[in-house]
Nanobody
Framework: QVQLVESGGGSVQSGGSLRLSCAAS????????LAWFRQAPENEREGVAK?????????????TYAHSVEGRFTISKDNAKKTLNLQRTSLSASDTAIYYC????????????????????????WGQGTQVTVSS
């Protein structure tokens, strides 16, 4: 089990940039598939199953982005600092959400067709979330 704490949320104007970070502790950091999900505040009560996958970074270095963020968001991690980052540019109101980082077993645990971004229930460890608001 790994503990995750997000930071870097806040308010930004449309077209702006924001960098989120997720600090991990406990567990074996390098052995997890890590991902960012988001959820509109009004949908928060729908729970984990309704969270939208944004980007993932697997243990073999494979990166997957949602179509809606490809070219605008960049996921990266620093193994030495045990942090997962999400650099976001060209933000719009549709990017307003609570952003969560999450950890799951590596993709080889699920098979070759596994798409982590549509399988939030496969992620057993979650941070508390950080709110991002993009205003026009």
């Amino acid at each position: 089990q790994v503990q995750l704490v997000e930071s870097g949320g806040g308010s930004v104007q449309s077209g702006g940039s924001l960098r989120l970070s997720c600090a991990a502790s406990g567990g074996t950091y390098s052995s997890y598939c890590l991902a960012w999900f988001r959820q509109a505040p009004e949908n928060e009560r729908e729970g984990v199953a309704k969270r939208e996958g944004v980007a993932s970074l697997d243990t073999d270095g494979k990166i997957t982005y949602a179509h809606s963020v490809e070219g605008r968001f960049t996921i990266s991690k620093d193994n030495a600092k045990k942090t997962l980052n999400l650099q976001r540019t060209s933000l719009s109101a549709s990017d307003t959400a609570i952003y969560y980082c999450a950890a799951a077993p590596p993709s080889r645990s699920f098979g070759p067709s596994w798409n982590p971004l549509i399988r939030p229930r496969d992620f057993g460890d979650w941070g508390q979330g950080t709110q991002v608001t993009v205003s026009s």
